[in-house]
Every structure is written in C-alpha cells, then in structure tokens.
C-alpha cells in the first residue's frame, strides 16, 4: 500500500499525491494500491483492514507526519516514510508550483519520490512475494 498524506492546499501533498499516482497507476500498478487516508483517520473497517494487511509507504508532506502516524495508530505496518520536503534537497532553488498546480520543477520531484517508492515496493515484493 502506498498511503499519501491528504495535504490538501499545500504544494507537498500535491507533490506526494500525484508520486502516489505515478506509481499505483503506472510504475507499479499491478502491484501496488493506495487508499484515502481520511477513510484510514475515519477508521473505515476496510482501509484499516488493508493497512494491517499489507506492508506500507507513506507519503508526507510535512513533518507532522500524518500518513506515517495513522497507518500505524491503525495498526498497519510503515516499511518506509518518505517526506516530500526531504527530496527538495537534490532540487535547490526549485519553485514547485502551488497546492493545485505543478510546474515543470515540481513534475520532477514528484517524478524523483514516485521513482524512490517504486524501488521500495519491488524490494519488499522481493521480499515478501507480494505488495500492495
């Protein structure tokens, strides 16, 4: 499960909802599922049910950590945290773009997360024979 944080109107949840996408939608579609992490918050049976299932990556924006720390107040398992504002380190100076919009800049570190998980995930599928 690739969990991202909701970090609605920030350009960082932007940045790590459409890594998200990139890669339960294309790298690694057949492989990998994601879930709104409100249902998670909500504590909807099955969303709790997939992240006690399964070995997760979440996503976070900032350093609150939201993903991180409801997948496992579900009792889900975090195989790897990634936070957005750690990738800008390789993109100094970068202007991503606004909580609705990426630029060119913010495609990339989108691109740049997206390719980090998807490395992730076959690693754990190496390992455990499955990922979602």
Known sequence: MVIPCSGIGKVHGLIGREATYRVTDGLAYDK????????????????????????CITIDGCAKACAQKNVEMSGGRVAKAIQVAEAFRNFRGA?????????????KISEAIAQSVHCE????????????
Do not use: N
């Open 121 to 132: 995930a076959a690693e754990l599928l190496g390992v455990e024979g499955t990922v979602r």
């Open 95 to 107: 202007r991503p773009g606004t909580a609705t919009a990426l630029t060119e800049d913010g495609w």
């Open 32 to 55: 990998t599922a994601t879930l709104c992490l409100a249902l998670l918050v909500k504590g909807d049976p099955e969303a709790v049910e997939a992240v006690q299932r399964h070995r």
